[in-house]
Structures are given as C-alpha cells and as structure tokens.
Nanobody, 115 residues
C-alpha cells in the first residue's frame, strides 16, 4: 500500500506560478512512476506530466515548456512547478503513482487560474 498526500494549489492570476507537491509513504520501495493528472467537471482525467524513478519525464503538449516535474527520491516526493498559468489550466490536479502493479491516487488539489 502507498499513501499520497498532495499540497499546493490555490488561486492564481493568469501568467502566475504555483508548485504542487506529492509526498508518498507506505510501500515506497515499490514506487516507480509518479505524476499528475488533472480533471475539469464533465471531462475525463488528462495526464499532465510524469516522471520515472530514474528521472525520465513526459508532458502533455498543452503544458510543455510551462510545467516542470521533478522528484526527490530521498524524500519520496514529487513536485510540479507550473509557470505561465492560463485559465484553461484550471482543474483539480491529482497526484498518482504506480507501485507493485497497482495505481494509487492523492486526494486532489484545486488549481484555479483567474483574474
């Protein structure tokens, strides 16, 4: 079992920045990939970014060049730095990880980009 606790998020003006954190606990030795999906009402979850244990990363085309994912394996924590935020980035962001063949999800954090 893996538990994920998210922090960060909130309200920011267009062009602003936010950083999300995702701290893992439990069976952390089995954790490989970590990342974030996001979801807006009425739509499915969209992969935003992911990072493997070795540091390989992938991004959605809509956030490439603006968002940066990183992780601190010693702290079992992943980070999502979001810059140049746009109103269309407004969503609930969910941290996830794959561990031991199962997927685990954080509680979600609201990101609202509005003037």
């Amino acid at each position: 079992q893996v538990q994920l606790v998210e922090s960060g998020g909130g309200l920011v003006q267009p062009g602003g920045s936010l950083r999300l954190s995702c701290a893992a606990s439990g069976s952390i030795s089995s954790i490989n990939e970590m990342g974030w999906h996001r979801q807006v009402p009425g739509k499915g979850r969209e992969l935003v970014a992911r990072i493997t244990r070795s540091g390989s990363t992938n991004y959605a085309g809509s956030v490439k060049g603006r968002f940066t994912i990183s992780r601190d394996n010693a702290k079992n924590t992943a980070y999502l730095q979001m810059n140049s935020l746009k109103p269309e980035d407004t969503a609930v962001y969910y941290c996830y990880t794959y561990a031991g063949g199962d997927d685990y999800w954080g509680q979600g954090t609201q990101v609202t980009v509005s003037s």
